[in-house]
């Protein structure tokens, strides 16, 4: 096997090998951009590092190979003393992990170098400066040496010197800080700075490799649902400098502004400093348009390389580059994060380029992003305070207390309390409290530093740059212009759509997104805004496209009506269930207390009407459109009181001998329903099966009012669904007596009603014999909540808060099977059930209910099995209907990427 790549030998189809960071400097270099020569080390060899703990045999000297040529290229050797080659290595896995890896910059320094840098550069502050940087770097990353004790001498140098910046250190007090940092680490890290060049090299690709299993690099993968076991890439390239004094610099560019989509000049520029710096936020940068007055001709060229990038990737690119006494390299290059509202404009916008097709579109955005933009926005006319106001780096609008620290975030929303973080500025060590909180605030940096990037990952709402905000983390607070302070605790909000920061809640409103779907706004109108005629165009291609069909779960009209106005096809599940609560529950009591016959006919009889009602409304709501009702799933006791309340409360009552009969049966009745796992016990067709009446009673309901809205010219179309069917005898035996119902009904009303009834499929009995139960049942609705507690023998009220933390940690989920179906288990049972269901009877209508139908990956697992539709909540519908569009423009093969 090969593990060392040049980078010609690459292309930036090799991510997984590769990483993406080396890809990318691969394509880079064959498409003729200036990338200063340099080769990767692959995934595969970090993987073997990783399992074995050891470096593949066949490593250093593959490296040594490559390091010869590299040297020979560039006419000097690594680390010779009168003209050292020197080199960055960089990690760079298959998906950007921004600062969650490490990296080494100017390997290849040692005290006997040092000088032939000075004398190359003609520069002796800049080779003091650089080597101060790789003991530094070296020495916190290799090494393990705490940097704030870096950082501290730096200050003690500064202060010693009163000077406001680093740069304004000369030589000669770097001079002094090497051999204060050389100091530090002999005394920290049990050995001195290797001073052998090609040591510092080997050492600093184990460190990469190792920095692969580090907690915050775990966490992320976690967050963003990266595998563990891919591994990183390392990247060895020669160093280019962006500190050699103001003709040198360095920055970061879009192609695109990654929070709007719009063309034009984006990013940050820094004179004389070195690629971290930027990133980091620690200075702060100018714009990149400002490069045109401090670099006309790099500018230029740079504009010149980013057309040629986003022509060639077909997408928004972001850009490392640094600039070295006025020649321009690419350090980096990627398809760049962006916001949500931004992935859906650039989607519309690259094909009106002609740059990809409607397809392509459909796989430049996602469901996730979809349900983000649904999220509200503060109300632009509420009242409300501006503390100040930064950087629109990641949009939304959150509301929380003010905390400092990511160790308070992280224990104050464990509590249950909002939180926005405020910071300085973030480092990955910050990552658990961005995850904890609402959102993120920063005093500095700009829209490529460390908060803004990794917040617009997550999705979730960031200013950053708020300079007029005072941040103290040290006393927990933050003082605006005109002195307001924010103490931790305060309520602040802040919105990452224009930067602005405001004291106390601000309340917020729909967003327009959500509007356009209610109908509210309409693309096209004068008034719509960009976003809403992207997110229109992007749903007609996805509609265009979609086999799938959608449904909503709803059990109401109001909710049947906002479901088909958010493009549902139908209802897929109506649960009866929520139809006996309320007032109504007197009645289901009557029903559990009858003790005759008579009792229990008239207990029905008054639940007849109602449910009668609430049917009319669902038809009417979803007139012509299918609409399916569920008979009663739960166990009965599911509608009585609280067995320990009712114990109590009769208990009192015996106690002042003030005897309640009804209270007593009740308790009764309550004791003899109770089961140790009411899930597995007396619920679906069973109670069908032993409640005499109850099941005809619904089916009666149904039956009439459907004859009622065709009696009213109106389309009704029911069909019946029996929960928790486990063989096919269960569904004859209700069926036989439904077909009776459905006839009387039938023939009382002189109407020919046409109801279908199916079944759920939601036991692993019912999977396995599916082929059985297809002779019984006109449709099979797969009921993935039961499935997968059954399949896995979870309870799924339970295990999510009891041990589910544990299994993600572990590793054994990436994501809980109750959120994204387990495809190797109960996606596979499903699949076998679809297969055999249709073999016994061609054309069987198939659909699932569970909350899988609105999950994103769940709808592509649906899809590609072949059901007819998927059935979600209303609000879940419009991102169920885009990626069962994207499912199907994946699987046609019309993704040409
Ligand atoms: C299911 O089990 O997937 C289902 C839709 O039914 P419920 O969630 O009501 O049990
Ligand atoms: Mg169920």
Redesign the pocket.
């Known amino acids: 096997m090969k593990f060392v790549y040049d980078f010609p030998e690459g292309n930036k189809d090799l991510r997984g090998l590769l990483g993406g960071k080396g890809a990318n400097l691969a394509e880079m270099t064959n498409l003729g951009l200036p990338v200063p020569p340099g080769f990767t080390i692959t995934t595969e060899a970090c993987k073997v590092y990783l399992d074995t703990g050891k470096e593949p045999a066949a490593l250093r000297d593959e490296v040594s190979a490559h390091l010869d040529a590299l040297e020979s290229r560039m006419g000097k050797k690594l680390g010779q003393p009168d003209d050292p080659l020197l080199v960055s290595v960089r990690s760079g896995a298959k998906f950007s992990m921004p600062g969650m890896m490490d990296t080494v910059l100017n390997v290849g320094l040692s005290d006997a170098s040092v000088a032939g840098l000075a004398a190359q550069a003609g520069d002796e502050r800049f080779a003091w400066d650089s080597y101060r940087r790789l003991i530094q770097m070296f020495g916190a990353t290799v090494l393990g040496v705490g940097a704030q004790l870096f950082e501290e001498a730096l200050e003690e140098a500064k202060e010693r010197k009163q000077a406001a910046t680093d740069v304004d250190l000369e030589a000669g007090d770097l001079k002094k800080l090497v051999t204060r940092f050389k100091q530090i680490v002999s005394q920290e890290a049990g050995r001195d700075f290797p001073q052998d060049p090609r040591e510092q090299m080997d050492l600093a690709i184990c460190s990469v490799f190792e920095s692969w299993n580090t907690e915050r690099a775990k966490l992320y993968r976690r967050q963003e649902r990266i595998p563990g076991d891919l591994g990183t890439a390392v990247n060895i390239c020669s160093m280019v400098f962006g500190n050699l004094g103001p003709d040198s610099g360095t920055g970061v560019a879009f192609t695109r502004d990654p929070a709007s989509g719009h063309q034009g000049v984006y990013g940050d520029y820094l004179q004389n400093a070195q690629g971290e710096d930027v990133v980091a936020g620690i200075r702060n940068t100018v714009a990149l348009a400002d490069l045109e007055t401090i670099d006309k001709k790099s500018y230029d060229q740079l504009l010149q390389i980013m057309e040629t990038l986003e022509t060639h990737y077909r997408d928004l690119c972001d850009i490392e580059f640094t600039i070295e006494r006025g020649r321009l390299w690419m350090l980096q290059t990627r398809v760049g994060k962006r916001t949500a509202g931004a992935a859906f404009r650039i989607a519309t916008q690259l094909v009106d380029q002609g740059l990809i097709d409607e397809a392509e579109a459909l796989q430049r955005v996602n469901g996730a992003q979809l349900a983000q933009l649904m999220f509200p926005r503060f109300d632009d006319d509420a009242k409300r305070d501006l503390l100040g106001r930064g950087i629109a780096a990641s949009p939304g609008a959150a509301v929380g207390k003010a905390v400092f620290d990511s160790y308070t975030a992280v224990k104050w929303s464990r509590s249950g309390e909002q939180v926005i973080l405020i910071r300085r500025e973030t480092n990955p060590d910050d990552l658990n409290g961005m995850i904890a909180a609402n959102g993120i605030l920063t005093s500095r940096g700009g829209k490529t530093s460390h908060a803004a990037v990794v917040a617009r990952g997550m999705g979730k709402t960031c200013v950053c740059g708020a300079e007029e905000l005072e941040v103290d983390t040290k006393s927990r607070r933050m003082t605006a212009p005109g002195g307001v302070v924010v103490e931790e605790g305060d309520v602040v909000s802040i919105d990452g759509s224009t930067g602005k920061v405001y004291l106390g809640e601000v309340p917020v409103v729909p967003s327009p997104v959500v509007e356009y779907f209610e109908g509210r706004m309409h693309a096209g109108a004068d008034d719509a805004d960009e976003l809403v005629e992207a997110v229109h165009r992007i749903m007609a291609y996805a509609d265009r496209r979609r086999r799938l069909r959608v449904r909503a779960n709803a059990d109401n009209a109001e909710d049947a009506l906002r479901a088909r106005r958010f493009g549902a096809q139908g209802i897929g599940?109506c649960?009866t269930e929520h139809m006996f609560l309320g007032e109504r529950r007197t009645l289901v009591e009557k029903l559990v207390l009858a003790d005759t016959d008579d009792e229990r006919v008239n207990a029905l009889e008054a639940l007849m009407p109602l449910q009668k009602k609430d049917f009319i409304e669902l038809f009417e709501a979803m007139d012509g459109l299918p609409v399916t009702v569920r008979l009663l799933?739960p166990p009965l006791h599911e509608f009585l009181p609280d067995i320990t309340e009712l114990s109590v409360r009769v208990a009192l009552a015996e106690a002042r001998k003030d005897h309640n009969e009804n209270d007593l049966r009740l308790l009764q009745a309550v004791h003899k329903l109770h089961e140790q796992n009411p899930m597995l016990g007396l619920r679906g067709v069973r109670l069908g099966l032993v409640i005499p009446g109850l099941f005809a009673m619904q089916v009666r309901a149904i039956a009439e009012a459907a004859a009622e809205r065709k009696n009213a010219k109106g389309d009704p179309r029911a069909e019946i669904m029996i929960p928790l069917v486990g063989t096919v005898q269960e569904l004859e035996i209700v069926r036989d007596e439904a077909e009776l119902v459905i006839a009387e009904v039938e023939k009382a009303r002189g109407v020919r009603l046409k109801l279908a009834l199916g079944t759920?499929i939601?036991l692993p009995r019912a999977a396995l014999t599916a082929g059985q139960i297809a002779e019984a049942a006109e449709f099979f609705s797969f009921?993935?909540?039961?499935?997968t507690q059954t399949v896995w023998g979870f309870s799924r009220d339970d295990v999510e808060a009891s041990f589910f933390t544990a299994y993600l940690e572990k590793g054994i989920f990436g994501v809980s099977p109750f959120e994204t179906i387990d495809r190797d288990g109960v996606g596979a049972l499903v699949k076998s059930a679809v297969e055999a269901g249709r073999a016994t009877r061609p054309g069987l209508k198939m659909g699932v209910?569970?909350e899988h139908g609105g999950d994103p990956e769940s709808v592509h697992f649906f899809h590609e099995i072949g059901l007819d539709y998927v059935s979600c909540s209303p609000f879940r519908i419009p991102v169920a209907r885009l990626e069962a569009g994207r499912a199907a423009a994946l699987s046609s093969g019309s993704d040409s990427r």
């Open positions: 599940l649960r799933d759920m939601e009921g993935t909540n039961d499935l209910c569970g």
